[in-house]
């Protein structure tokens, strides 16, 4: 990874834009949308970057783009300067706008037009309901943290809302009753024990999982592997899950009954075995998951 993705909060914070002419004002308008506050100049003057908090170079001369660059360098001043990948401090993605949900799609300068191209499939097949449904889980957060302070079972909850009814209503046009089914769930009873999913890892590589597989180590709590399983196949986790390097089901038992969702990743494609027996003998539920597509 050649550049970190950071979102910045520049809610009522000045951002300098050197330059003029059409790319300047196009750099402008996402910037005012999140709440900066533009600072325009033609030419470059050290004390335009005062209390700045970002700077972009735009359309200006190419000693007024280096002087802005070296000077926000200096000053630690993220600066972007327009297809010029060399004078940047970071690098100004293309962006899918779903409020409160925003996507940023960056090749690192490389290929800025196949940025572009993304965006344009990831806008396709994110529509602006998922927005909507953020923003009413948002109006949730502090009374479902109340009633499940563990995350593990507040996350189940959340995860069957926001995959189920409450988002089909969302997208149905029905936001109030969606807000009503947020509503209900704060009622109902605690989330049942977790699952086991005894998913084949294949002969490791990432690319070969199904989409299912991917799917479940996007949400499990914990992804239980041996020396067996490469890590490219483990990369695929959720970056906040667990990891355990494991091969006890006793263990993996016990998480499962304390509400975790466990993908217990085997290599090669597993069958019906004496783990999964194991683990029916202890009460858990686990269920096979072929992971080679």
Request: proline fraction near 5%; hydrophobic fraction near 50%; aromatic fraction near 6%.
């Amino acid at each position: 990874m050649q550049h970190f993705p950071i979102f910045l909060n520049l809610s009522g914070r000045t951002v300098l834009i050197l330059g003029h002419g059409e790319m300047a004002d196009r750099k402008a308008v996402p910037l005012r949308q999140a709440g900066a506050l533009i600072r325009m100049a033609a030419r470059f003057a050290p004390v335009d970057l005062d209390g700045c908090a970002l700077a972009v170079g735009a359309d200006a001369s190419e000693a007024d783009l280096q002087a802005l660059s070296a000077a926000a360098y200096a000053a630690g001043i993220p600066v972007n300067v327009v297809d010029r990948p060399e004078l940047c401090s970071y690098i100004s993605p293309a962006i899918v706008d779903r409020s409160p949900i925003v996507i940023a799609i960056s090749t690192g300068g490389a290929a800025p037009v196949l940025a572009r191209l993304l965006r344009a499939r990831i806008e396709a097949a994110v529509p602006p309901a998922f927005g909507r449904l953020a923003a009413i889980a948002a109006e949730f957060k502090s009374a479902f943290r109340r009633r499940w302070p563990e995350m593990a079972q507040r996350r189940r909850v959340l995860e069957r809302l926001l995959s189920g009814r409450a988002a089909d209503l969302v997208f149905a046009g029905q936001d109030d009753a969606a807000r009503a089914a947020f509503a209900a769930a704060l009622h109902d009873a605690a989330p049942q024990a977790g699952l086991v999913y005894l998913v084949g890892a294949g002969p490791g590589a990432a690319d070969l999982l199904t989409l299912r597989a991917q799917r479940l180590l996007g949400e499990a709590d914990v992804v239980a592997y041996t020396s067996q399983v490469g890590f490219a196949v483990l990369d695929m986790a959720r970056r906040d899950s667990s990891r355990l390097h494991t091969d006890a089901p006793d263990r993996i038992a016990a998480l499962a009954k304390a509400g975790q969702k466990v993908v217990w990743l085997r290599h090669g494609n597993p069958q019906r075995d004496a783990d999964q027996a194991a683990l029916a003998e202890a009460g858990v539920v686990a269920e096979i998951v072929p992971g080679i597509g």
